[in-house]
């Protein structure tokens, strides 16, 4: 599989597997099943997986150290700290903790559930408000120089904030939502990054499985499932969006490419330090998913589907109200 760098010289492949749908309870049924397709993923080439303590809290990342056991040197892991989790019971107390002695205690927590001495990229998952970034950057920095963790990352962070923390630990990569339907990161952070050298790590590279082309208006939500409460997911904005799948197909017919192949290749388009983090569950969708690597856009395809921020504005915001108020700090 191709590789890219993100900041800092950290060269990974081109595409990223998140195993967050693997399991973010604390009862993960089909988790054999899913430990295989993570073994399978690295057989097939990937060699970039992402998780986060907060993830169960913690049974997603030691069900990613059962599956990488015995293959450390073949894999570069990212997990997260920045919740408020108890770290003796796991209790997740709501909201965020990015204070010192929080980052330290969850890098341990980590570092064991993953069975591996060293962590290559650790994010922080929200910025904590309550804690500067300065600070949060100098832990960090410490964990570095004792090998405990290679390289820093940002999740959702703004521009202030990144350039704050990049003062003091240069920031290898951000972690944001960034898709053809999620084009606010062009305004102000993608021109941060470029001229910082950091890398991104684009979440939800598909809109959260809408860029597929199989939801649509009438598609039924379980209980569980996160998109009942999603503004861009309401019936009526989803028979708006319904255009920008339309246009995927239509760039898809011409190289036969599925919606998804033609989102991910286009995210690759963007520049050369982009590497799209998609998640599923099934592996024919991992080799789908993988198989955008193979598509071409022209100078053509890549115009018309730049220009659908402008002839088809999305309807809906991409998080609850007061999710939205956690994203760019």
Same mark, same amino acid.
């Given at each position: 599989m191709d590789k890219r760098k993100l900041g800092q010289g950290l060269e990974v492949t081109a595409l990223s597997l998140g195993a967050m749908g693997y399991g973010k309870s604390r009862d993960i049924p089909d988790r054999?099943?899913?430990i295989a397709l993570l073994r399978k993923a690295v057989d097939l080439g990937m060699d970039f997986f992402d998780t986060a303590e907060i993830y169960g809290p913690w049974t997603n990342e030691e069900m990613v150290g059962e599956a990488f056991r015995g293959m450390r040197d073949k894999v570069k892991i990212a997990t997260k700290f920045g919740w408020d989790?108890? $770290?003796? +019971? %796991?209790? @997740? *107390? %709501? %909201? #965020?903790n990015s204070k010192p002695a929080q980052i330290r205690s969850a890098v341990e927590g980590s570092l064991k559930r993953l069975d591996t001495d060293y962590i290559d990229l650790y994010y922080q998952h929200r910025v904590d408000? !309550? #804690?500067?970034m300065e600070e949060v950057a100098g832990v960090v920095k410490d964990l570095i120089q004792q090998g405990k963790v290679r390289f820093f990352g940002l999740s959702e962070a703004g521009a202030k904030s990144i350039r704050r923390a990049h &003062? #003091? $630990?240069p920031v290898a990569a951000l972690q944001s939502e960034y898709s053809l339907w999620t084009r606010e990161p062009e305004d102000e952070i993608i021109p941060t990054l470029e001229e910082l050298g950091i890398g991104m790590v684009p979440f939800s590279p598909l809109g959260k499985g809408f860029l597929t082309g199989v939801i649509d208006a009438g598609t039924k939500f379980s209980d569980a499932d996160m998109r009942r409460s999603v503004p861009r997911f309401a019936p009526e904005a989803r028979n708006t969006n $319904? *255009?920008?799948?339309d246009?995927? *197909? $239509?760039? %898809? !017919? *011409? @190289? &036969?490419? +599925?919606p998804a192949q033609v989102a991910l290749a286009w995210l690759l388009t963007r520049k050369l330090w982009i590497v799209p983090l998609f998640g599923t569950r099934k592996l024919e969708r991992f080799e789908e998913n993988i198989g955008a690597l193979a598509v @071409?856009? +022209?100078d053509a395809d890549v115009r018309e589907l730049n220009e659908s921020r402008a002839t088809m504005p999305v309807q809906g915001n991409r998080y609850p109200e007061e999710h939205m108020r956690r994203v760019g700090l």
């Open positions: 054999p099943e899913m989790i108890n $770290q003796k +019971t %796991g209790e @997740h *107390r %709501g %909201g #965020v408000p !309550d #804690v500067p &003062a #003091v $630990q $319904q *255009r920008l799948v246009l995927l *197909r $239509q760039v %898809g !017919d *011409r @190289h &036969a490419a +599925t @071409h856009l +022209t």
